[in-house]
């Protein structure tokens, strides 16, 4: 079975220091897709990013990071000179093709960023 | 604009009263799944639908139900809520089966008491 491990369960931070939130996961499949997850405080799920398990390359948007390392099993996303709009809850998941046919996502218990003044 | 909407976003109600959840995307997906959100055990499946009238289990499906009669709705069904119910719902879709992002829904408190 599938999995994801966001040990991190919360995480305070002064604003504009840098941020990591970590995420291992466990899979057997050759491919796969893991993504990222916003969950800000007024509830919805904002997309962040899909990555596939071929391209190993980081990836950069604006001050958010990730850094995928399949040796380790690790999608870890970073966010730098963070901003009290970051604070949220951030979950790190893992897609699974179902042998019924159709998909799921498995999360992670999620990671509560608070970013203080 | 393409999204996924749920209704209602916020629902009381009692052990035993039946409830459904809408769930409606406009997006033309395939896939669509129910999830439930619980403190400190991150999202959880539901059950989920490959296509009109074709749906099954997820990892939760006790007291749940759904059904699939058009490709854009997939409606949550509780046919007698309990308490343990009590969470909060996210309707999911995607165009295809693995790798594709899914898109969710603006989420459902639901309290039951």
């Known amino acids: 079975a599938q999995k994801v491990t966001q040990a991190q369960t919360e995480i305070s931070v002064v604003e504009k220091e840098d941020v990591t939130l970590d995420c291992v996961y466990e899979t057997r499949d050759t491919t796969y897709y893991l993504f990222w997850y916003k969950q800000p405080p007024s509830g919805e799920l904002v997309f962040l990013i899909r990555r596939n398990s071929f391209d190993e390359q980081n990836e950069i948007s604006g001050r958010y990071s990730w850094n995928f390392q399949k040796s380790t099993s690790s999608f870890n996303f970073t966010i730098t000179a963070s901003q009290v709009v970051d604070s949220a809850v951030y979950f790190c998941?893992?897609?699974?093709?179902?042998?019924?046919?159709?998909?799921?996502?498995?999360f992670g218990t999620g990671t509560q960023l608070k970013v203080e003044l | 604009e393409a999204q996924v909407t749920q209704n209602p976003r916020y629902l009381i109600t009692v052990t035993g009263k039946k409830l459904t959840v809408t769930c409606s995307q406009n997006?033309?997906?395939?896939?669509m799944s129910w999830y439930r959100q619980d403190p400190g055990l991150g999202l959880r499946q539901i059950y989920y639908s490959m296509n009109v009238e074709v749906t099954d289990k997820g990892d939760v499906p006790e007291g749940y139900k759904v059904s699939r009669k058009e490709k854009r709705n997939f409606p949550l069904i509780l046919e007698s809520p309990s308490p343990n119910q009590t969470s909060l719902y996210f309707c999911?879709?995607?165009?295809?089966?693995?790798?594709?992002?899914?898109?969710f829904g603006p989420g459902t408190r639901l309290l039951v008491l």
């Open positions: 997006m033309n997906h395939e896939y």
């Open positions: 998941a893992l897609s699974e093709a179902l042998t019924g046919g159709g998909n799921k996502l498995t």
């Open positions: 999911a879709s995607s165009l295809r089966r693995f790798g594709e992002t899914q898109y």
